[in-house]
């Protein structure tokens, strides 16, 4: 059976940094991802890799947060938190041949404040 878990989210002052740690059990994965959802929107993508490697960000996260990892860890590193980055953070995993994300993790709150 497939779990992911994440750990390291918190409480943190605009400008500061977090970070993410989500472990996936189970099997291995090629592509590992980070998610958000902050209250009242929609789920958005922030980053994933794929087998550890070739990042890719979300806009609006590019040249704040790192992904990194291998098949079966994935961390995000968040540096100059803002407070619209308050949300639940998810990890989630996909093989290369699947067109979605299959398996999600129960989330971390991480809360930037102002």
């Known amino acids: 059976q497939v779990h992911l878990v994440e750990t390291g989210g918190g409480l943190v002052q605009a400008g500061g940094s977090l970070k993410l740690s989500c472990e996936v059990s189970?099997?291995?994965?090629?592509?590992l991802g980070w998610f958000r959802q902050a209250p009242g929107r929609e789920r958005e993508f922030v980053a994933n890799?794929?087998?550890?490697?070739y990042p890719f960000y979300a806009e609006f996260v590019k040249g704040r947060f790192t992904i990194s990892g291998t098949k079966n860890r994935v961390y995000l590193q968040m540096n100059d938190l803002k407070p619209e980055d308050t949300a639940v953070y998810y990890c989630?995993?996909?093989?290369?041949?699947?067109?979605?994300?299959?398996?999600w993790g129960q989330g971390t709150q991480v809360t930037v404040s102002s």
């Open positions: 890799a794929t087998g550890g490697s």
């Open positions: 189970g099997r291995t994965f090629s592509r």
């Open positions: 989630a995993a996909r093989a290369l041949t699947s067109p979605t994300y299959d398996y």
